[in-house]
């Protein structure tokens, strides 16, 4: 069964340090991968994804996904964090062969950047 | 060009009664998809239209729901009787047609409580 797991529900760091949110999924088929955020009261905004071809995938503000696929894991990271960045994110996985259009989601991780 | 938008953003009912929430797509688009986020859960696939059909309602939880997109535009997602377990976040999300990579556009979500 396709499904996606985001192991830590809560991460903090350090403003102008890395960050790193995880992701690992689990499809029959190929995946496609994205990352969505979610500000406070505000809907999910799409930060990237990866489809096909490299496997590092840039995206909107800063924001990277490196897609391993030995390991399934599609983790989120920025080079330095800003307190904006502070927001719900989460993973979703698509198995268009198997499952079609729909999305599975993570249950999210809850990013604090600490001034 | 306007994002994903959905009505009420709120609802506060009682357990029993009835509730419509709404959704209007970006204009053009015409995938359109419900989730549910239940409070700290995964967000859950509960449908699909393409157009005015419904490609893939396997999502839905039982028969008090009912979602429509009569003329292929916005559609409406009608709970009835309301029970507490179907308190949770909403959301919809569009995307253009024909293409395996597209993104879904989410819109805010209808946060309802029910008593």
């Known amino acids: 069964a396709q499904s996606v797991a985001q192991p830590e529900d809560q991460v903090n760091v350090a403003e102008g340090n890395p960050l790193t949110v995880k992701c690992t999924y689990s499809v029959s088929g190929n995946p496609y991968l994205f990352w969505y955020v979610q500000y406070p009261n505000r809907g999910l905004q799409f930060l990237l994804k990866y489809i096909t071809g490299d496997n590092l995938v840039k995206g909107s503000y800063g924001f990277e996904a490196e897609f391993n696929k030995s390991q399934t894991s599609f983790h989120l990271k920025k080079p330095s964090a800003l307190v904006s960045d502070s927001a719900l994110y989460f993973c979703?996985?698509?198995?268009?062969?198997?499952?079609?259009?729909?999305?599975?989601f993570g249950t999210g991780t809850s990013l604090t950047v600490i001034p | 060009e306007a994002g994903v938008t959905q009505f009420p953003s709120h609802s506060v009912i009682e357990k029993g009664q009835t509730v419509t929430l709404r959704c209007d797509p970006i204009?053009?688009?015409?995938?359109l998809y419900w989730y549910r986020r239940v409070m700290g859960k995964e967000i859950k696939f509960l449908l699909h239209f393409v157009k005015e059909s419904k490609q893939d309602e396997s999502g839905m939880p039982n028969n008090r729901f009912l979602a429509e997109r009569t003329g292929g535009t916005y559609s409406t997602l009608k709970v009835q009787p309301a029970e507490l377990e179907d308190s949770g976040v909403y959301f919809c999300?569009?995307?253009?047609?024909?293409?395996?990579?597209?993104?879904?556009?989410f819109g805010p979500g209808t946060r309802l409580l029910v008593l």
């Open positions: 204009s053009g688009h015409d995938n």
């Open positions: 979703a996985v698509r198995d268009l062969q198997n499952t079609g259009n729909q999305f599975y």
């Open positions: 999300a569009s995307s253009q047609l024909g293409r395996y990579q597209e993104t879904q556009y």
